[in-house]
């Protein structure tokens, strides 16, 4: 337009004069919402979800709204979300699965974190990993060093994948990765652990080293020792059926158990690294959706929502944009009341957005938190929004919508009507 500078700037002039009626910009295709660069500097092949189908996000923007190089950038950003942040464990017990699979076997799958476990009953360690509340046992094998260098070893696997009548296939399968164990380990320090038990496990494609101690010298000393066993193989002494216990110990193995598995009740001490500014960007990312989905395209291109982009895109100031909302002032806590009176999911996840004397900002509630995230969209005038709107995904029932029609799903006549608590004079 004429007066304007850059191209970003009649980008949003035009964007503005059709907030006010002047053009229609549904005619106007492939415009990414973030980065303001069309077909011809960027792809459009893909379509952004709402919210991250790692949790439960179904629904996705119009065909155009985010390019594919965008979605590319957070889709590394949703892997950190699922893996590295605040919602992490919470998403391990209760779901969804990778890619928002509802299937048992899958719900938490991309979020494993190895650790070591404690059995209640038996106060036996393994190595393994929570899916869904339940104890999941990774292959491991179990050193125990006794006096006059004797060795007790143990096997461990889960009979998910390893049935009873194949116990013995998978020990020589297990066996030969043993020995081909390079010294390439997480150690996973549990002091409680006896000073003479070493665990090692293998899950996808990773080692993991459980002992009392986490000094380095564990990842060599194991290398030898695998090494042994793997000679003990060769020479056939390891079939639990024919093993001759005198030439057992001439290798040092006095005790070889076969495969078991635990699936008991555990105490497990889970450890976790969080990127918590990758956590914010995507926290800013849903809102920033949410507001796209429910206002539409020609609204979020306004100038004033550059700073809430920009900082999406690169981290700038990202914690000047995202912060804890403090519960006295969260809605969370009415509206949990309000979803559970009416059969909503209790992990559901919602946003709200209003705007407020000094700009538009979201509350952002994943999995029910009462301590909620508030992101400022915008420090500008915000009344052009209008009433409060925003999404909730009710995950758990595999159904979204919009804030409004929620209100509307919880408030309407066939529904018991929801018993507000009194309020103290």
Known sequence: MKG?????E???CVADFAIQGGVDMEKTKNLCIYTNKDDTQAHFKNQEHIIPACIGGMKKLPKGYVSDEVNTLFSGLELKLARNSPITLVRMFVGPGKRGSHNP???GGASKIVSVMQ??????YSLGYMRVGVPITIDQI??????GGKRQISFCFDTETVDEDHFQERVAEWIHELTEFDGQATILQKKEMPENEVILGKESGRWYLAASTDKEALKEESMKELRLLGAANEKGLLNASNADAQVNESFGIVDLQMPHKGRNHVTSDIRQEIDLYAYYRVVAKIAFNCLA???GWEYVMQQKFDPV??????GKDIE??????????SHADVLNKLEHAKGFGVWRHMICITWVPNGLVAEVMLYGETNSMVVVLSREDGHDFGEMDGYVCDWENRREMRFLDYLGEITREDCEPYEWDEVEE
């Open 4 to 8: 304007c500078k850059s191209a970003t």
């Open 10 to 12: 009649c980008l949003h």
């Open 105 to 107: 076997k899958r719900r």
């Open 119 to 124: 059995s209640d009953e038996t106060g036996e």
């Open 142 to 147: 179990h050193m125990v060093y006794l006096e």
């Open 293 to 295: 989905e429910v206002r």
């Open 309 to 314: 982009r920009e900082a999406i895109l690169t």
């Open 320 to 329: 000047q944009m995202v912060m804890m909302q403090g519960k006295e002032n």
